[in-house]
């Protein structure tokens, strides 16, 4: 992992203190994330799922994108998702739906790993 890398993991670290947060070192220098147990409201069956998403070795210059949850969500309406997530997937050898919030102004001044996180869990919230 590049230091950039390992920087935006213990970051991640210490903003969900609470949350088991598995790594895995990426080829390239970047790093596998899994948070544990976030809760992602009511409106959802199960209302709290892992998040996963690649740090890539091009941290902090890249948006940190897509994010992964579990594959089993659904709605509690059983309405679909809607947009902004994908059909079933697979990632890392996990049933997945694709969360896709790409942020077009990624500063690397100011937008973590982490903040963006944050961000992801807010907007699957408020669907």
């Known amino acids: 992992m590049t230091p950039e890398v390992k920087v935006a993991i213990e ?27 976030l809760s992602i409201g009511t409106t959802y069956a199960p209302s709290s799922t892992w ?6 070795y091009q941290y902090p210059y890249a948006d ?10 659904q ?10 997530f994908s059909n079933r997937a697979t990632w890392q050898n ?3 739906v694709q969360v896709s919030r790409r942020s ?15 961000k992801v869990l807010e907007w699957i919230r408020i669907r």
């Open 104 to 118: 077009n102004r990624w500063n690397p001044a100011v937008d973590t790993a982490a903040t963006k996180l944050i």
């Open 11 to 37: 970051e991640i670290k210490a903003t969900f203190p609470d949350q088991r947060v598995d790594v895995e070192d990426e080829p390239q220098g970047g790093a596998y994330v899994v948070v544990h147990d």
């Open 51 to 56: 998040v996963g998403f690649v740090v890539s």
């Open 94 to 96: 996990r049933s997945a």
């Open 64 to 73: 940190v994108y897509p994010h992964f949850i579990d594959g089993e969500v």
């Open 75 to 84: 709605r509690v309406d059983k309405q679909g998702l809607g947009g902004g």
